[in-house]
């Protein structure tokens, strides 16, 4: 089968203009400064490289890039903008200092990694007619037959990293239980759960209102309850 | 199909993917970026397992496999992990710190010097007790504001 290089098939064409956009798309994600909209074209990105994928005949792998990185990863990242407060509007230091740099050091390994790549690949052609190499039975065959054991062992890790990031972000309540049981009675805590800063602040009022039903303690008695509701505050992070 | 055009398409992402990790200020967007780098990683993976299975019919040798697809479900998969552990982490240090600036976090700066526009000059030069507090006040404000 003849090959032209100045000929290009529909496939190659389709793929040129598909890569135009997905990579115009990453270019506008990793420049904007507006940081919800780089999370949004992120999703353009992503979503052409399925495109590409199908293109490639790997369909289940576009699926799961759909699944996972559209449906997913984009929805966390967006979570995790809300989370620490992005600005709605153009933040002007989304950008570091070190932007030349930046910009040398990636238009240079671009420059290398094409030139080395079109080097090498010069006379390599992908034969894409014929049945499909990548529909749900092949890969599955292969996954069950040859990966088993990768298989498991990733989705242990996957087990790992959801525990560690539920360890991550959970509050510190063992602190926060150490500090308040230190004081010795005077703001005892409702129990181990996820108590606030405002909770104990309420629970050392509750503690000297029932203090001032003993003139004399009282002075003591609200010392040690704005005492224990100061270190809850400071023992919570 | 010509195999030049995926893998010359994947490395122009994987160099964006760059830029953006050296260029970015916020720690989202960094994590952003290294989920393009993974991308492109995982195009090629793809492109070199098209090439190389339908190479395989024409005697050319080949494990029959299907490594590239197999790598990809997993760097996926390993990729999906690191997203959750990375923002995990960012919400913590944004937790603390108040920021999620990673130009701010030089507390193991051996210089100890710093960029000046960190405003309340947190932890430029202070003393590790000092900027605990300071950071914890930072904090707190973030707390209270919410």
């Known amino acids: 089968m003849s090959h032209g290089f100045l000929s290009p098939t529909g496939v190659e064409v389709t793929f040129l203009l598909v890569g135009v956009v997905t990579l115009g798309a990453a270019v506008v994600s990793v420049t904007t400064r507006q940081l919800v909209h780089a999370a949004l074209w ?40 809300m989370l620490t407060r992005a600005p709605i509007g153009r933040s002007p230091d989304a950008d570091s200092g070190n932007r030349g740099v930046a910009l040398g050091v990636a238009v240079a390994a671009a420059v290398a990694l094409v030139w080395l790549v079109v080097d090498a690949f ?76 405002a909770g104990a602040k309420a629970a050392g009022r509750a503690a000297a209102g029932r203090a001032a039903a003993r003139p004399g303690e009282q002075g003591a008695a609200d010392a040690a309850s704005g005492d224990a509701g100061r270190r809850a505050e400071g023992g919570e992070r | 199909m010509h195999l030049v055009y995926p893998v010359v398409l994947s490395a122009l992402l994987f160099c964006t993917g760059v830029y953006g990790v050296l260029a970015r ?26 090439w190389l299975s339908r190479a395989a019919r024409a005697g050319f040798p080949h494990d029959g496999l299907h490594s590239g697809q197999a790598l990809t479900l997993f760097t996926i998969a390993i990729a999906a992990a690191e997203i959750g552990i990375g923002l995990a ?58």
């Open chain 1, 42 to 81: 992120l999703v353009v990105a992503l979503g052409g490289l399925a495109v590409e994928y199908l293109l490639l005949t790997a369909e289940f792998i576009a699926w799961v890039q759909v699944l996972i990185y559209v449906g997913s990863v984009v929805v966390l990242l967006l979570f995790g903008l």
């Open chain 1, 122 to 197: 010069r006379t390599t052609w992908i034969e894409l007619d014929g049945a499909s190499a990548g529909t749900t039975e092949v890969t599955g065959e292969s996954l069950f037959r040859h990966w088993v054991l990768p298989f498991e062992a990733l989705s242990v890790l996957l087990l790992a990293a959801l525990v560690g990031a539920i360890v991550l972000s959970r509050k510190r309540n063992a602190d926060v239980d150490a500090a308040s049981s230190g004081k010795a009675g005077a703001a005892r805590p409702a129990g181990p759960s996820t108590r606030t800063a």
């Open chain 2, 25 to 50: 200020r916020n720690a989202i967007l960094v994590l952003m970026s290294v989920e393009l780098m993974l991308n492109a990683v995982n195009l090629n993976l793809v492109a070199f397992d098209a």
């Open chain 2, 89 to 146: 982490i960012v919400l913590a240090v944004y937790r603390n710190r108040g920021t999620a600036d990673i130009d701010r976090l030089r507390d193991t700066a051996e210089d100890g010097g710093g960029s000046a526009d960190t405003g309340a000059g947190r932890d430029d030069g202070a003393g590790t007790d000092d900027a605990t507090a300071t950071a914890t006040g930072t904090g707190e404000k973030a707390e209270a504001s919410a």
